[in-house]
């Protein structure tokens, strides 16, 4: 199975900052990866698709990078909103799987 | 505008059953492969199986194969997961996800249903 490792695990950052996640897979998935956001009580939302295509509706303040092994989620002016838990997602073959999440809070 | 609605959730003692569904509407059913994803509580997103749009092709994840058993009735747009000898680490809130179609990322999400697993 391709392990999926997102860091950092927490991040604190201030309203406005540039903020970035990183995820990495444990052997190749090409561009086949995806990022979800999701709320407390609440369903994940797809943000980026095909580790750079942005999701219709998603900010164009979310952005996507990377292909290979190594992915980046960079939100470019953090706002009040974007308090959530981050996850990527590998989807190049089952079984699918999921980095462990990196949750984004206010400072 | 695309609709999923999982249902079925509710507390099992270990060793028992419970099946889920999640009842598609707003878009073309029998087209798009459909997954079930859980997560326990406070920790990740697990992928648990998916289906092809014909049925015909089923895969899992190890943590549930040859307990949980998925499928669908594209006649009444639904999908189901089958989940027999339940333990204590099934529990979790199940969500039904739908491919988008051109590739296997998400892009519909059902509400979620809580399967709590305890004596």
């Known amino acids: 199975d391709i392990q999926m490792t997102q860091s950092p695990s927490t991040l604190s950052a201030s309203v406005g900052d540039r903020v970035t996640i990183s995820c990495r897979a444990s052997?190749?998935?090409?561009?086949?990866l995806a990022w979800y956001q999701q709320k407390p009580g609440k369903a994940p939302r797809l943000l980026i698709y095909k580790a750079s295509s942005l999701e219709g509706g998603a900010p164009s303040r979310f952005s996507g990078s990377g292909s290979g092994t190594e992915f980046t989620l960079t939100i470019s002016s953090l706002q009040p909103d974007d308090v959530a838990t981050y996850f990527c997602?590998?989807?190049?073959?089952?079984?699918?799987?999921f980095g462990g999440g990196t949750k984004v809070e206010i400072k | 505008e695309v609709q999923l609605l999982d249902s079925g959730g509710g507390l099992v003692q270990p060793g028992g059953s419970l099946r889920l569904s999640c009842t598609a509407s707003g878009f073309t059913f029998s087209s798009y492969t459909m997954n079930w994803v859980r997560q326990a509580p406070g920790k990740g997103l697990e992928w648990v199986s998916a289906?092809?749009?014909?049925?015909?092709?089923?895969y899992y994840a190890d943590s549930v194969k040859g307990r949980f058993t998925i499928s669908r009735d594209n006649s009444r747009n639904t999908l189901h997961l089958q989940m027999n000898s339940l333990r204590a680490e099934d529990t979790a809130v199940y969500y039904c996800?739908?491919?988008?179609?051109?590739?296997?990322?998400?892009?519909?999400w059902g509400q979620g249903t809580l399967v709590t697993v305890s004596s």
């Open positions: 052997q190749t998935i090409y561009t086949w």
């Open positions: 289906i092809s749009g014909s049925g015909v092709n089923t």
């Open positions: 996800a739908k491919d988008s179609g051109s590739s296997a990322q998400n892009d519909y």
């Open positions: 997602q590998q989807y190049t073959s089952y079984p699918v799987t």
